[in-house]
């Protein structure tokens, strides 16, 4: 899979792979504005949260360009003003882990307004190139749960467009297809914007792995039927408790999925495990109403429909087998578990 975002040397302006027009339509941005970079991570034109996660640190480069600043003072206070900028969407932690990543090492470096610049540049670049190794080594970290032949259920799309490159679900899947060359896919539609049907169902296609699309109200009808061996599934948010925030309806496929004693992975990166938030106090994206309303843009309800549109949902830890990251697996989930793969 080609990158979904990356930082152009030369130009400094960061390109970005458009995926509102996936799949029947493959367009790039490119961009050497933190404000287009801001309203891409609002509109969905970029998404997944380490891929806002590596964006929101270009985005930071960027405000540092634009910034025209005389003094470490004033550049600084432009990157406090462009974090505000960038951080739209409030679910997803990898967000502001990125934004403040990169204000803090301004405040850290010494030097010219030039080398901090660089250095900045620099960072985001490799916040990027830290991601593509995560997602390496989350892949590799989950292969002791996958078994030849295994059939493995997804929801929404924790693939390569979700981040820099290789994706935490897409890695999970890559590296156990390439191991054992017949692993396959259930990708639910994830509807209201369908990012399993448009982006894992073609992510995986182009791959040549086995992939078949249903429809989110046929889990329960696929889990009975005995197709699926396993359930993996990423997140925008990891708790110090254990609860994982990702694309609604996850609760749901880990309800069902122990209803059915089929195993529930979490696959993220460690940026994504925020210790210090309860789950009382996750703040749930609720978006456009018409993003239900229409599909494709047109209406397939009552214009004036009352509409209930949140992004996320909270699965909590007794219906998770294993949340596993690049850092390592925690096999039925505890804050005791959690904070001990934390601090090592």
Known sequence: MFRTIEWIDGVNKVRLVDQTKLPLTVEHIETDSHERIAKSIKIMEIRGAPAIGAAAGMGMALAALESKA??????VKKLEEAALTLNTRPTAVNLTWATRRMLNLAVATEGSVTGIIDRLIEEAKEIAEEDVRMCRAIGENTLPFIKSGYTIQTICNAGSLATVHLGTVGAVVRV?????????VYAAETRPRQQGARLTTFEFMEDGIDTTLITDGMIGTVFRDGRIDCCVVGSDRILGTGHVTNKIGTYTMAIVAKHHGIPFYVVAPMSTVDMNTRPEDVVIEERDPDEIRLINGTPVTVPDAKVYNPAFDITPPELITAIITD????????????RRLYES
């Not at 005389?70 to 550049?75: T, V």
């Open 327 to 338: 850092k390592g697996a925690v096999e039925n989930p505890t804050e005791e578990k959690m």
């Open 176 to 184: 156990a297809h390439e191991k054992y060359g017949n692993i396959k």
């Open 70 to 75: 005389k003094s470490k003072e004033e550049l």
